[in-house]
């Protein structure tokens, strides 16, 4: 590199930088020498420029829609199939068995594919068609049930505990409770954004469905850096964990939803038990700010993000107001807008919840469907 009028010697420095680590971590990626399950991970840290250039901050996002499953489950359904596998629960030719309407199952299916082992997935039956054929085409044998309670010995996760139980070489992934889940945000999550970093990151948020990578990313990056960085749970509405948090464990009765898929939970699971602890706050965020921010990361940022993601982007913003200018937040673009654009960009859908209103002035056109 040569000095030119328009880059400093200092500029160009920090691009070879910059260029030497993405080669190093591009090295990383470069074969996939276990097939398929190799591409799980080594997502990119993407800056989010116009809100890091508002709030002072930056605030980085960790593409995990680019996972081969499109989502971040795609590493848990990795770690708790071969913890199975170590376990000797599992061996050639098997059955992985779980109860998941969405991601999770989209993650396992590409896992059990590549591994040679068949799938079979329990879901309420208020799931959409587009998820089912989904599931079907990439292999697995799908049985809707009746939507009842947990409590209910028919909720769909206790037909995929008994099915696989009534099988050999069968086993129930339970990703809610089995920590493998946990696992793998300890051992690829979080190393990876505290090396995508240099470890020069304030403060880390996002949302928990499993409470996987909350408690994954929050363990790693807390002992890394000896309890420097601030962790924070995003939650939505109609999750009970904001308020557990915000009276010092209190649990309360799930009441009310969100558009979010995917997130907000009723209890503290096995995944979060041993973590929940080490948090330090929570950020509740409103579907009308999760909108807003899916049009404006598709406007301003490029990134075409499901609502999870956006609440988590919201919850970012908050994050990076409340440390103040010159921070570095990092959070989880869990996945992309595609499974839920018949939703998100339908007028009559943003009608019926009341949500039209929330989308930025002049961001309208994206409302396409
Ligand atoms: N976002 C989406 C879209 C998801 O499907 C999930 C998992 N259900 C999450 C976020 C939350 O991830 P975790 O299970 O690790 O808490």
């Given at each position: 590199f040569t000095t030119t009028a328009w880059r400093s010697a200092e500029a160009i420095a920090q691009m070879e930088t910059r260029i030497k680590r993405n080669i190093e971590i591009s090295k990383a990626q470069r074969i996939a020498q276990r097939g398929l399950v190799d591409a799980i991970g080594n997502t990119p840290l993407i800056r989010m420029n116009h809100i890091s250039d508002q709030t002072g901050c930056e605030i980085l996002g960790?593409?995990?829609?680019?996972n081969p499953g499109g989502s971040v489950k795609d590493r848990a359904a990795l770690f708790v199939v071969e913890h199975a596998e170590k376990q000797g629960l599992l061996r050639a030719g098997g059955t992985v068995v779980e109860g998941t309407a969405g991601n999770t199952g989209i993650g396992l299916a590409h896992v059990c594919r590549s591994k040679g082992y068949k799938l079979v997935i329990y879901m309420p039956n208020t799931q959409s068609q587009g998820k089912i054929d989904h599931l079907r085409l990439l292999g697995a044998e799908v049985y809707p049930v009746p939507a009842v309670a947990f409590e209910n010995p028919e909720n769909y996760n206790h037909q995929a505990k008994r099915h696989a139980e009534s099988?050999?070489?069968?086993?129930?992934?339970?990703?809610?409770?089995?920590?493998a889940n946990r696992q793998a945000h300890i051992e690829t999550t979080g190393p990876e954004i505290w090396y995508q970093t240099e470890g020069k990151l304030d403060a880390f948020t996002c949302a928990t469905g499993t409470g996987g990578t909350l408690a994954g990313v929050t363990r790693y990056l807390k002992e890394k850096s000896d309890g420097r960085v601030k962790s924070f749970l995003a939650d939505p509405p109609g999750s009970v964990l904001h308020s557990y948090i915000q009276s010092g464990g209190k649990l309360t009765e799930r009441a009310g939803g969100s558009i979010t898929e995917g997130i907000g939970q009723g209890r503290v699971t096995d995944n979060l038990k041993p973590d929940?602890?080490?948090?330090?706050g929570s950020v509740h965020i409103p579907d009308e700010e999760t909108i807003a921010m899916v049009y404006s990361c598709l406007d301003q940022e490029g990134v075409y993000l499901g609502a999870s993601s956006c609440l988590n982007v919201v919850a970012a913003v908050k994050v990076a107001q409340k440390l103040g200018p010159g921070h570095t937040v990092v959070t989880m673009l869990c996945d992309g807008a595609s499974r839920y654009a018949e939703r998100l960009f339908s007028r009559k859908w943003l009608e019926q919840k009341n949500l039209l209103t929330s989308i930025p002035k002049g961001l309208e056109k994206y409302i396409v469907l």
């Amino acid at each position: 590199f040569t000095t030119t009028a328009w880059r400093s010697a200092e500029a160009i420095a920090q691009m070879e930088t910059r260029i030497k680590r993405n080669i190093e971590i591009s090295k990383a990626q470069r074969i996939a020498q276990r097939g398929l399950v190799d591409a799980i991970g080594n997502t990119p840290l993407i800056r989010m420029n116009h809100i890091s250039d508002q709030t002072g901050c930056e605030i980085l996002g960790k593409a995990e829609y680019q996972n081969p499953g499109g989502s971040v489950k795609d590493r848990a359904a990795l770690f708790v199939v071969e913890h199975a596998e170590k376990q000797g629960l599992l061996r050639a030719g098997g059955t992985v068995v779980e109860g998941t309407a969405g991601n999770t199952g989209i993650g396992l299916a590409h896992v059990c594919r590549s591994k040679g082992y068949k799938l079979v997935i329990y879901m309420p039956n208020t799931q959409s068609q587009g998820k089912i054929d989904h599931l079907r085409l990439l292999g697995a044998e799908v049985y809707p049930v009746p939507a009842v309670a947990f409590e209910n010995p028919e909720n769909y996760n206790h037909q995929a505990k008994r099915h696989a139980e009534s099988m050999n070489n069968a086993v129930w992934t339970n990703q809610f409770d089995n920590t493998a889940n946990r696992q793998a945000h300890i051992e690829t999550t979080g190393p990876e954004i505290w090396y995508q970093t240099e470890g020069k990151l304030d403060a880390f948020t996002c949302a928990t469905g499993t409470g996987g990578t909350l408690a994954g990313v929050t363990r790693y990056l807390k002992e890394k850096s000896d309890g420097r960085v601030k962790s924070f749970l995003a939650d939505p509405p109609g999750s009970v964990l904001h308020s557990y948090i915000q009276s010092g464990g209190k649990l309360t009765e799930r009441a009310g939803g969100s558009i979010t898929e995917g997130i907000g939970q009723g209890r503290v699971t096995d995944n979060l038990k041993p973590d929940i602890d080490l948090l330090d706050g929570s950020v509740h965020i409103p579907d009308e700010e999760t909108i807003a921010m899916v049009y404006s990361c598709l406007d301003q940022e490029g990134v075409y993000l499901g609502a999870s993601s956006c609440l988590n982007v919201v919850a970012a913003v908050k994050v990076a107001q409340k440390l103040g200018p010159g921070h570095t937040v990092v959070t989880m673009l869990c996945d992309g807008a595609s499974r839920y654009a018949e939703r998100l960009f339908s007028r009559k859908w943003l009608e019926q919840k009341n949500l039209l209103t929330s989308i930025p002035k002049g961001l309208e056109k994206y409302i396409v469907l």
